[in-house]
């Protein structure tokens, strides 16, 4: 690095190693306390410097992007060629390269583009990013497709691995089993599987859906679950013939063995949250809705903004429970205390909460809640139409309380049915109050009535879609396809018909559901395909457009999050929260999209993440061919309880 007349200059094949300086020019001493990264923009994209002098009364920027292709945002506005942004973390000016340099002072860091988006940072709608970081620090069976062989020698290794606890009672806690791929077709998990392994201590595998669990004998026991344990409120334990429990727990039900398992140690998962956020950066990420959080949850963004570790904004959904969703008063007050509790906190924002409505539809689950059955795999309809997990009536109480008070409900629906209840408990509300701008959102919305797609529009409901589910594969075709229909399947993920109706729609990734792959996300709300497919999956009736597929990941987002005041668009005033991408994403092939780089990413005008630094080796290395290195794609996880799925490092369903 050369440095000329004040400019910073970077030359190829040099970087630099002073990362508190950059920070100096980039930010006012206000924002000293923002997470900062490595060194410097790689030489790849590297700053010229200029000599020119800010005319008088015009404001030096701190940082000069040109040769870009900005996107501000703004519908109708036409591509910028560059963005300046302010010492105080805000955008000053986007216009011509010619118009913007002239914003570029003797210290301004000018850097060339060559043509790649900056854009909006994406705003996730719908993540779990405590339990991403928590789900690394126990073993993974990797969403593999094993015979029982395969699983034994592969449990055998993690119970040899001191990492993973001792004999003769450590809890080996396995995540990502497949319940639809893993065992060959026709198994069905049984404890007698793993009683055959050489352990006496007790072993639960989590399904990547959320909804199984798969314990052995030893663990059964520990729960004191027998043939005469009775089911749990919303749960199922499966039992063979003679009803004695096979050790395959559904939704609720985990919980009996959940609650046994000892907590993960704090700092641990704070550290571990930290690297999951930096990888988030890396992929461009500026703001998260943790989708269902608590107390727990809490401390650990915290902790992470206490120790200048929390790079992204957070809004955290804070989720009550089925005693809470029937005593709404009750609710309400748990809701407020904790909001004054964490009123504080740098960057997480309380004004949400979370409810399920359902679970899920795939098999063998099937607890989402349908208008029609389910089928029996083989074309007939059963007596089953899923389940609900709450009261419509208490429900639409909870909305009239909750709206009252300010509160956004962000509702799990999975089913048309449980869609439709969401629906009618909003528009109570709306009834009851008038439009008070609380923005509910209805998230998942795998199915929904036709007749229902206009109401949300009507109600201001946002609809919060993870749409990187919308292509062929296991799940969808041979979970869903036997079990509701032909018909019902065209209809799956309807992100268009939705927007052709009104409704805004909201981007979000369900993380750790699958592994966070941002952009590949993005796509597959374009073609209904993906990276990692077996096809389309009817992209002629519910694919929608390249603007309209960032739109929901950056401006849509942003509402739904009420964050729109400061951020959202890269227009004068607003928080500087961009990104800067190796390509114009707006003109590459489509399935380009899925491998796109981030080069820089900015929160308040920081540099949260820059390429160059380990973790955006490990971002490319995800994404540079995301169609290779499996032969399917890995299962979704936890749509459900997706906070909930990791419950072994804290009790499972209650306040800590």
Known sequence: MVRGDGNRVFTMGHMSHDPLSRRRILVSAGAAGAVGVAASLVPQFATAATTRSVPAGRQSAALVIHNARVLTGMRGERVREAIAVGRNGKVLATGSSRDVR?????????????????????????????????????????????????????????????????????????????????????????HRFLDALPTRRPIMITATDGHNSWVNRRALELAGITATTPDPPGGEIERDADGA??????????GLVHSLVPDLPFTRVVEATAHALAGAAAQGITAFLDASADEWHLDVYTELARTGKLPQRVAAALRLDAHEIREPEEGLRWLEATRRRYKEVDRLDLRTTKVFVDGVMEYPARTAALLDPYLD??????????????????????????????????AHAIGDRATRIALDG???????HGRRGNRHTITHLQLVHPTDLRRFAQLDVIASMQLQWAMRDTWTMDALLPYIGPDRHRRLYPARSLERHGALLAGGSDWPIDPL???????????????????????????????????????GAT????????????TPGRAADLVLLDRDVT????????????????????????????????ARARTENPATGAARRPARANRHQACEAHHHQRPWGGRP
């Not at 060559?114 to 069976?141: E, F, K, W, Y």
């Not at 590949?520 to 597929?549: C, F, K, V, W, Y």
Request: hydrophobic share 40%; no cysteine.
């Open 559 to 570: 509402w739904q999050l009420r964050m729109d005041r400061h951020m959202g668009t890269l």
């Open 102 to 190: 002239r914003y570029a002072g003797r210290d301004t860091e000018v850097v060339d583009a060559r043509q790649g988006t900056v854009m909006s940072g994406i705003v996730d709608g719908h993540a779990h990013p405590v339990a991403a970081g928590a789900a690394t620090l126990n073993p993974s069976l990797g969403y593999l497709e094993l015979t029982i062989p395969q699983l034994q020698e592969l449990l055998r290794g993690f119970l040899a691995d001191p990492a993973y606890g001792s004999e003769p009672d450590g809890w080996l806690v396995v995540a990502d089993w497949d319940p639809v791929g893993l065992l060959p077709v026709g198994t069905v998990a049984h």
């Open 245 to 254: 429990p096979t050790g395959l727990l559904k939704e609720e039900a985990q």
């Open 377 to 410: 795999g083989h074309g007939n309809p059963t007596q089953h139409r899923g389940q609900l997990q709450l009261d419509p009536a208490d429900f639409a109480r909870l909305a009239v309380l909750l709206d009252r008070k300010g509160w956004q409900i962000h």
């Open 517 to 555: 792959e941002t952009w590949n996300q993005i796509r597959t709300a374009i073609d209904r395909e993906g990276a990692h497919s077996d096809g389309p999956l009817h992209p002629e009736m519910e694919a929608i457009n390249r603007a309209s597929a960032l739109r929901m990941h950056t401006t």
């Open 587 to 618: 003109r590459v092939p489509v399935p380009e999209i899925s491998s796109t780089q981030v080069r820089l990413t900015l929160v308040d005008g920081v540099p949260v993440h820059e390429e160059g630094t380990a973790t955006a080796r490990a």
């Open 426 to 432: 909003y528009e109570t509300a709306l009834r009851t």
